[in-house]
């Protein structure tokens, strides 16, 4: 396990679409081992917060900025491979077995940080990690996920409603995953109506 120094900042950061402004010049400064909760009733723009904060929507206005170890990594194609991101809209390739999922976002991306058959068997797919993703259930799916924003140990884990879909082993997969980015200095930044999830939140941003 790797520690890590993380410091991520936004300064005004907002979203518009169209004439609707989904968020509205948002501040925040979050250090490494934080976990900061964002909650707000659906369509209020938690989705769309991560998204900024991934790199994968431009604000309309403001700044993300982020740094790891005293480095600037607030480049966009720089900051998103700093980021684990977990969505139940990020698409997986149904033909293709969950080891090569991972090893084609390893191969666009960089090394994985831990052997992919030991990533997938830490969210409990060791035993199928070779069967066509097309034939899993969508809480395997939301494992693959989960195994893929661990894939190179993220200074930032964005967690967007990550227990959907999962069975109580799988929701603890997702607590120990928190637990593990928090020691390892990173930060999380949660968007979640689970209860549990919700305890482990140290403060949070509301949206809507």
């Given at each position: 396990?790797?520690?890590?120094?993380?410091?991520?900042?936004?300064?005004?950061?907002?979203?518009?679409?169209?004439?609707?402004?989904?968020?509205?010049?948002?501040?925040?400064?979050?250090?490494?081992?934080?976990?900061?909760?964002?909650?707000?009733?659906?369509?209020?723009?938690?989705?769309?917060?991560?998204?900024?904060?991934?790199?994968?929507?431009?604000?309309?206005?403001?700044?993300?900025?982020?740094?790891?170890?005293?480095?600037?990594?607030?480049?966009?194609?720089?900051?998103?491979?700093?980021?684990?991101?977990?969505?139940?809209?990020?698409?997986?390739?149904?033909?293709?077995?969950?080891?090569?999922?991972?090893?084609?976002?390893?191969?666009?991306?960089s090394r994985p940080s831990k052997p992919i058959p030991e990533l997938l068997a830490h969210v409990g797919l060791g035993k199928r990690l070779d069967d066509p993703i097309g034939n899993y259930s969508s809480g395997m799916r939301q494992r693959v996920r989960?195994?893929?924003?661990?894939?190179?140990?993220?200074?930032?884990?964005?967690?967007?409603?990550?227990?959907?879909?999962?069975?109580?082993?799988?929701?603890?997969?997702?607590?120990?995953?928190?637990?593990?980015?928090?020691?390892?200095?990173?930060?999380?930044?949660?968007?979640?109506?689970?209860?549990?999830?919700?305890?482990?939140?140290?403060?949070?941003?509301?949206?809507?």
């Amino acid at each position: 396990m790797n520690l890590m120094t993380v410091e991520l900042t936004l300064a005004s950061l907002t979203k518009r679409y169209g004439g609707r402004k989904i968020l509205n010049k948002l501040e925040l400064t979050a250090a490494g081992g934080e976990i900061i909760g964002v909650f707000g009733p659906n369509g209020s723009g938690k989705s769309t917060l991560l998204r900024c904060i991934a790199g994968l929507l431009r604000p309309s206005a403001g700044d993300v900025k982020l740094r790891v170890n005293n480095a600037d990594c607030s480049a966009p194609a720089l900051l998103r491979s700093m980021v684990g991101y977990v969505s139940p809209e990020l698409n997986l390739y149904p033909e293709l077995s969950a080891r090569e999922n991972l090893q084609f976002f390893a191969a666009v991306t960089s090394r994985p940080s831990k052997p992919i058959p030991e990533l997938l068997a830490h969210v409990g797919l060791g035993k199928r990690l070779d069967d066509p993703i097309g034939n899993y259930s969508s809480g395997m799916r939301q494992r693959v996920r989960l195994a893929l924003a661990a894939l190179h140990e993220p200074a930032i884990l964005l967690l967007d409603e990550p227990g959907l879909a999962l069975d109580e082993a799988g929701q603890e997969v997702v607590l120990t995953m928190i637990r593990e980015q928090q020691k390892r200095g990173g930060i999380v930044i949660l968007a979640t109506n689970d209860q549990r999830e919700r305890e482990l939140v140290q403060r949070h941003i509301h949206v809507g």
